[in-house]
């Protein structure tokens, strides 16, 4: 609704494979969240406690996830001790 309220435009029609020629989305759960936190328009939205909040959470859950040990991790490694 904040694009028809603001009247804003919409972008051209995509031409060939958006895929290839298009605006890529972020692929990993960090990047997401760096791209929320710089948001201007997702702080007006949500309010700045609920982004700042959120980005945090998400922050902690990336840190917790490349600490973690995956089961073939430990079974690749125990291997060759």
Do not use: N
Not at 16 to 41: F, N, Q, Y
Not at 58 to 68: F, I, L, M, P, S
Request: glycine share 8%.
């Amino acid at each position: 609704l904040y694009g028809v309220e603001q009247g804003l435009e919409l972008q051209a029609e995509s031409v060939g494979d958006p895929g290839v020629d298009g605006e890529r989305l972020p692929t990993t759960l960090r990047e997401a969240t760096a791209l929320l936190g710089k948001s201007k328009l997702a702080r007006r939205l949500l309010g700045e406690e609920f982004v700042d909040h959120y980005v945090r959470t998400r922050d902690w859950e990336c840190r917790a996830y490349e600490q973690a040990v995956s089961d073939w991790e430990l079974r690749r490694y125990f291997e060759i001790i």
